[in-house]
């Protein structure tokens, strides 16, 4: 299934795909450049927003959660990159533990977990699945709804105290597929001789999105440099918001000055580059995910003055999370369409490859809006081909070169991915007290 092009797209993304296909030796060779230098998170996903002017990330995933929406024609490539993965940060790795959200109820999700430990034990991984859900009695089987169970069990303190596991299993190392929205669990605490994958710092307790589009800015601007390309085409604007409250109305004013400023940056853009369309941001929460915490705004007045059901909207994220900094990104209209829905490419990468990936497809939502809400659904056979594999007799915008070209920006959001990683990483004690002294 290839997806509808509601464009005919002869505009600069047509452009940038020949490009990317003139440069691959070129990409290839940078690519390789920066993970001599940077070690890929252990997997990450990866949404993208294709203009038909523009090629950008909206948000990088490092909890993915829809591994069972992938072609299952990819699994081999899956395997082969968690092998590689589980080498370079365990290489001695037999036992390995997931740790999964808590929901139960969630067949999609529980189906993605379920996938997960496919791939791992493909990989040659013992896999058992370690719930943080309180009070769980001891192994709890679920049914999936598919002929799949899965079994779920409660996770522990191994004898010592230093080390984590469920009965009779004791892990090498602990997969989180996690997000820690909820902050940092004492059971996952104080750990101090297992591997945890990915590090605890990646979770939204302390990571913020602002920060890996910091991240990505430079990035796409260093790729940009070798492509002789305007950065702006692979790269949203975006500013901060870090002193809001929407329940108590503070902030408005702030808030509706940056989305002004925001807006007429764009529009800067849209003259530069000849696009003719309404320039838009999206406002969202600076931590957090599910699609929660997300407006569309095309004026600043309308941020100002909000209802009540706006302002409850915008005011708490999963878990309960208290917003009070959003980030206020470049809205990147999207021109692909799957069965008359609006769609956006989801790309999935394991170490430093592309895995595969999904159409996320809306039919209630437009292009100007976020796709990631109740109503959505998946198109698991949207990747013909795998995203690495250009085919250079083909026309730019054929399916395996239009994938080639998501599958370059996804790992340009992974290279971002690993530099946040990189400069999150919280200082050991004997760093602080170096730290400490110095300051006098």
Known sequence: MVPHLTTALTGPLLALESRFLERQTDIEQWFRSQWLEHSPPFYASVDLRNAGFKLAPVDTNL????FNNLNAEFLPLCVQATMTAVEKLCPEARNLLLVPENHTRNLFYLRNVARLAQILKL??????IGSLIPDLAGPTPLDLGDGQTLTIEPLIRMPGGRRIGVAGFDPCAILLNNDLSAGVPELLQNVNEQ?????????WTTRRK???????SEVARSFASVMDIDPWLID??????GDINFQERSGEECLATRVGALLARIREKYAQHGVDHEPFVIVKADAGTYGMGIMTVRDPSEVVGLNRKQRNKMAVVKEGLEVSSVLIQEGVPTFESVDGGAAEPVVYMMDRYVVGGFYRVHGERGIDENLNAPGMHFKPLAFESCCSMPDPGCAPDAPPNRFYAYGVVARLALVAASLELERGLPMTPAEEALEAELRG
Do not use: E, K, M, W
């Open 123 to 128: 990989a040659g991984l013992n896999v058992r």
């Open 195 to 203: 591997t945890f994958i990915p590090p605890l710092h990646a979770g």
């Open 210 to 216: 602002s920060q890996h589009f910091d991240a990505y």
């Open 236 to 241: 949203p604007l975006y500013d901060v918001c």
């Open 63 to 66: 909890f993915p959660g829809g």
